[in-house]
Every structure is written in structure tokens, then in C-alpha cells.
């Protein structure tokens, strides 16, 4: 029985070694920042696209995000030991789909912008990267284009920016 017992541990922690190595992560699991901080700031998101308001969901998605990481404090920018500085720079249209008709029926939209992790004492940027995200918009039978429902268009763009803090996220904290 304490064979059988010590083989199946030996097993479980072989598998996790394996698996940390490669960048596996345990869903739920609150693991720390860089550079050993304890505590981060999400600077105002800078928005240089056409879509107002794009940015107020994202900053929505990765406060959540954060804030269910108990590892982590959410502090203001003069007192964190680290910075999130986005820019988004474009949200990109692109048609994927088109009835026979002609009616466009479904589109690509794409959500691209750089982030900067950076500690500002002393002044060091930790990484800068360019992010992507991606969602689909679905229109209903008979809308067109330009009259998507605002409930549909708003819930594919809660989405992307959902989609886009969670690269952000694991960008942090398991790609660093």
C-alpha cells in the first residue's frame, strides 16, 4: 500500500516539474509579479482608436483580473512597485463572412496596442510588448452593417476587451 502510495507521489511531482517547465499553469492559481513585487498600478489606458469607450472596458477586465490574484496588490500609481502603461493603437475591421445577398453577416474585429511593464523606482521598463486580440461579430437576420444592434456590437466588444486583458495577464505573470 505505501509502495503503490510513494509511486503515485513520485509520479505527481515528476508531472509538475515537467509541466512548469513549460510555461503549464494551475487555473486559479495566484502566482507573483516580477522583479518580486507585491503591489502594481494600471496607469489610464491610452485610446487612439475610433471605438470610444474600448478602454474603460479593459480597464474594467484587468482590475478584475488582477484583484482576484491574491498574491497581487491594486495600488495607485505613486504607491506600486510596478506599472501597466497601454496603448491601444488601432481595432481593425475586417469582413469574414458575407451573405449571398451580399449583406455582410459576420466580421473579425481586431484589437492591437502595446503594453509596457515597467517599475518606476528606480526607472526600469521590464518588457514592452505589442498585443493582440481578436472577436467575432455576428449580425442578426436582416441588420446590416451599419444597424448592428448596440447590445450585440457592445457585447462582442466586452469580449475583445476580456480577451485582451487576459493576454495582458498572462503576459505578467507567466510570460515575463
Known amino acids: 500500500m505505501l509502495k ?3 509511486i503515485h507521489a513520485l509520479i505527481l511531482v515528476e508531472a509538475t516539474a515537467l509541466l512548469s517547465g513549460c510555461g503549464y499553469h494551475m487555473v486559479g492559481s495566484n502566482p507573483p509579479l516580477p522583479e518580486n513585487a507585491q503591489s502594481i498600478a494600471l496607469l489610464p489606458i491610452q485610446n487612439q482608436t475610433y471605438q470610444s469607450g474600448i478602454e474603460a472596458l479593459l480597464s474594467i477586465h484587468i482590475r478584475r483580473k488582477l484583484r482576484e490574484n491574491s498574491s497581487v496588490r491594486l495600488e495607485s500609481p505613486a504607491s506600486a512597485q510596478l506599472h501597466i502603461i497601454i496603448n491601444l493603437s488601432q481595432l481593425n475591421t ?3 463572412s458575407v451573405s449571398s445577398n451580399g449583406q455582410v453577416i459576420e466580421q473579425q474585429l481586431t484589437l492591437i496596442g502595446q503594453v509596457n ?3 518606476p523606482e528606480p526607472a526600469k521598463t521590464i518588457w514592452t510588448k505589442r498585443v493582440t486580440a481578436d472577436s467575432t461579430l455576428f449580425y442578426e437576420e436582416g441588420e446590416s452593417q451599419t444597424g448592428v444592434s448596440s447590445f450585440n456590437r457592445n457585447q462582442t466588444l466586452d469580449k475583445l476587451a476580456e480577451l ?3 493576454k495582458i495577464y498572462e503576459q505578467i505573470f ?3
Open 4 to 6: 503503490k502510495f510513494l
Open 94 to 96: 475586417v469582413q469574414t
Open 117 to 119: 511593464l515597467e517599475k
Open 164 to 166: 485582451y486583458a487576459t
Open 174 to 176: 507567466y510570460n515575463f
